[in-house]
């Protein structure tokens, strides 16, 4: 009988620390976005001023870079789920003034967010951002962050959430994902040239949609049989004095 009363003290501690898992299919859905730089919204009179032209640059490792180029800059553009990329060349003969406070983001829904970039701390996201100066012939490569997307938890610290919601957690959402193809975003991006502030504003358009939806497996706890080896356990253990009682008889 004492062997019986070791081996279920045994059991009930190898019991209270195992977790009962089980196979669960899910369906794992996602969306990726195409998104180009379709037009460019100048100041007042300006299409004359700096004869803008648009073109597609795939040099870099076999990526998809807008161009915009007039008389006075080059920008190379790429959009990322969470960031714009951008490499920006002076190509005039005065020094060129990025006004950062004033660079803001239009979403579809005509929602708007402040943008931030390189260096500035996520924590400081909503100060003001000192001007940058490019020098006639120069270049700046940068990152435009839109402020609204700044996130932080004490799980993970600061992030910065997608654009466009990639991770999707059922058919609705899959179809309003792809309803998103041909919705437009844009970017304000004042510049001063000769101490006057222009307002350029690219335009980017969602070309396509790509939604993927695969069935996965994940291990998960099995409730259900955890509490009812709980429960077994529990009588067991109870009837220990008992069986422990009769023993000593």
Known sequence: MNKIIFFLAIVSLS?????IMRDVEKTNRTADYTI??????LPANAKEQFGETITIDNSKN??????YEDEYMKILWFVGSDKFYFTLYNKSNHALKIIWDDATLVMPDNSISKLMHNGVK??????A???????????IEDVLVPTENVIYSDLLGWFVSPMFKYSL?????????KSMKGEVLKVLLPIKIEDIQNEYTFVFTIKDVQV???KII????????ETAVNVILGIAIGALPVIFLLNAI
């Open 129 to 139: 951002q000192v001007a940058t100066t490019i020098p006639r012939g120069a270049k």
């Open 36 to 41: 180009s730089l379709t037009s460019v919204e």
């Open 169 to 177: 957690s059922s058919d609705y959402e899959m179809e309003k994902a």
């Open 15 to 19: 019991l209270q620390s195992c977790s």
């Open 212 to 214: 993927e939806s695969k």
């Open 218 to 225: 994940e291990k998960e706890h099995d409730k259900e049989a």
């Open 62 to 67: 076999d990526t998809s870079r807008y161009v």
């Open 122 to 127: 996520y924590s400081q996201r909503n100060e």
